[in-house]
């Protein structure tokens, strides 16, 4: 069974910086492209970033491009969101999702909250 | 980018009752690169269907798409109680991807 696992949300000022991280299991991690999918509260969903399965090829949507990176580390099985310089439109739930086709499993979510 | 446009925002039906709900795109998507999502409330989304009509294992069969081009549409044969719920439809061929604004379907 596919376990994604978030972490490191938290409250944070407008301006400040978090890093989520998110830890697979009952997957052959290294071998998939992995995503970030955020919902703002009481809103929909909005695509964040993604991943190829060794690191090297990255997207983000327009509105982090510049501000979050995404990477992973594949011998902990990990996928981290390094996001800077946040504002408060920024504040959401972020999901982890692995890639089969499309957004085939998600974790259970990690909520960021930016606020002063 | 590409809009998709659900309809109707919220569909109130009974138990037992056929629901359609639809999703228009701003310009045309594969049809192997279109899914649908449900979520229930204080839950992360589940794939329902993806490549448009195709459905994960575990997916009731009372769950099917269609469609092509710009137009895609999702049907729940009769209504389950576990079944009224928010549901995404989502375009993953063409960066950024992109979901609808969701169609609620709640209890009548």
């Known amino acids: 069974e596919v376990h994604l696992v978030e972490s490191g949300g938290g409250l944070v000022q407008p301006g400040g910086s978090l890093r989520l991280s998110c830890v697979a299991s009952?997957?052959?991690?290294?071998?998939?492209?992995m995503h970030w999918v955020r919902q703002a509260p009481g809103k929909g969903l909005m695509w964040v970033s993604k991943i190829n399965s060794d690191g090297s090829s990255t997207d983000y949507a327009d509105s982090v491009k510049g501000r979050f990176t995404i990477s992973r580390d594949n011998a902990k099985n990990t996928l981290f969101l390094q996001m800077n310089s946040l504002r408060v439109e920024d504040t959401a739930v972020y999901y982890c999702?692995?890639?089969?086709?499309?957004?085939?499993?998600w974790g259970q979510g990690a909520l960021v909250t930016v606020s002063s | 980018e590409i809009v998709l446009t659900q309809s109707p925002g919220t569909l109130s039906l009974s138990p037992g009752e056929r629901a359609t709900l639809s999703c228009r795109a701003s310009q045309s998507v594969s049809s192997t690169y279109f899914a649908w999502f449900q979520q229930k409330p204080g839950q992360a989304p589940r794939l329902l269907i993806y490549s448009a009509s195709r459905r994960p294992t575990g997916i009731p069969d009372r769950f099917s798409g269609s469609g092509s081009g710009t137009d895609f549409t999702l049907t729940i044969s009769r209504l389950e109680p576990e079944d009224f719920a928010v549901y995404y439809c989502?375009?993953?061929?063409?960066?950024?991807?992109?979901f609808g604004q969701g169609t609620k379907v709640e209890v009548k």
């Open positions: 009952g997957i052959t991690f290294s071998s998939h492209w």
């Open positions: 999702t692995r890639a089969l086709g499309t957004l085939d499993d």
């Open positions: 989502q375009q993953y061929g063409t960066s950024p991807w992109t």
